[in-house]
């Protein structure tokens, strides 16, 4: 992933991370992948790896089948060495330590608890060669078990400790928190500057210019993937994501990965419910699981040009891991 957000950085796009838990979701982003011509990376949080057993994810992750399309294989929210370190092993090609909470996942940590975790999964995972994602400060919202609640607004990334956090781990990547909060339900308006904090993600990127920032929670909760669901007997409340525009700012302010998974889930959900609303004497699965994936691809396609990735699969050859390694074995340590 390394190699993939500092060709991002060089071309000033922002790349989509998508998550995943079965076949038809990493088909779904591989297509949309190829169809746009598009670097890729497939993310799998704690849930999705015991929902599926791991190894049938990393499995389906064909790669063979896309030879021309650069796919990085990332763990989302690790929540301790132990964890990053089980995806490394299995080939994960990146791993995200999130040591802003405690290893179960809700609790808010210590900044100290949060640069020593981190710093020790940079220490195991630079000499093989995968990338290193952290975060700093406490993004809202639950996700596949793993958040602190509320609105995220309470841990809003301080930009010395970012700095500070940044120089002691040698990370590569920096989740940063700035309103955004996982789940569909991120606002109850349309953002603007007193809860999507852009200024302060702004202020992070000048104080680390060269430090790859990353989004969470960044889906757009569009309305008309709300009214599908609904129209078809879903029971979705009104709720607003965060808008391209405010994404596409942050990705002309350093940010080079956007984590986007609830825009697919209604995406598939619109899908299925309405093959079942119209012909429910249909029971093939394929019968609702092929337009369920030609939805989320139409989203993931979609998010692909919105963030700039889109022609981009073909700009530079991935270099092997040992050579990545080579180049970023010392964690740049104070
Ligand atoms: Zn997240």
């Not at 796009?13 to 990376?41: D, H, L, R, W």
């Not at 405690?102 to 900044?111: E, H, V």
């Not at 309305?223 to 405010?246: F, S």
């Not at 919105?306 to 990545?324: M, V």
Request: charged share 25%; aromatic share 6%; hydrophobic share 35%.
């Amino acid at each position: 992933m390394r190699q993939l957000l500092d060709e991002a950085a060089k071309g000033g796009y922002g790349v989509g991370a998508f998550n995943v838990n079965n076949m038809e979701q990493i088909q779904a982003i591989m297509e949309a992948a190829k169809e746009t011509n598009s670097p890729v990376i497939i993310q799998a949080s704690r849930g999705a790896r015991s929902y599926s057993q791991d190894k049938y994810l990393y499995h389906l992750a064909a790669a063979e089948l896309y030879p021309e399309i650069p796919l990085v294989m990332h763990l989302d929210h690790g929540n301790s060495f132990e964890t990053c370190k089980s995806a490394i092993d299995l080939g994960f090609t990146s791993v995200m330590m999130d040591g802003s909470l405690m290893p179960d996942g809700k609790t808010p940590s210590s900044f100290d608890y949060n640069v020593s975790e981190t710093r020790k999964v940079v220490e195991y995972a630079h000499p093989k060669g995968v990338t290193v994602e952290g975060e700093i400060g406490v993004l809202g919202g639950i996700e596949d078990g793993h958040g602190a609640g509320g609105s995220g607004l309470e841990h809003v990334t301080d930009p010395d400790q970012a700095v500070e956090f940044v120089k002691q781990t040698g990370l590569d990547a920096l989740a940063i928190a700035i309103g955004t909060s996982h789940g569909a339900y991120k606002f109850t308006k349309k953002p603007d500057g007193s809860v999507l904090k852009m200024d302060v993600l702004i202020k992070i990127h000048k104080r680390l210019p060269t430090t790859h920032l990353v989004m969470h929670g960044s889906s757009s909760v569009p309305k008309d993937l709300q009214d599908v669901v609904n129209q078809y007997g879903g029971k979705l409340k009104p709720t607003w994501g965060v808008p391209v525009e405010e994404i596409q700012l942050g990705i002309r302010n350093g940010v080079r990965k956007v984590n986007v998974d609830t825009d697919n889930r209604l995406a598939i959900t619109g899908a299925i419910r309405k093959v079942f609303a119209e012909t429910p004497e249909k029971f093939d699965p394929r019968d609702y699981l092929k337009p369920a994936r030609e939805a989320m691809k139409k989203v993931v396609a979609q998010r692909m040009m919105e963030f700039g990735q889109a022609g981009h699969a073909g700009d530079y050859k991935p270099i092997p891991l040992s050579e990545i390694a080579k180049q970023y074995r010392q964690p740049a340590l104070v």
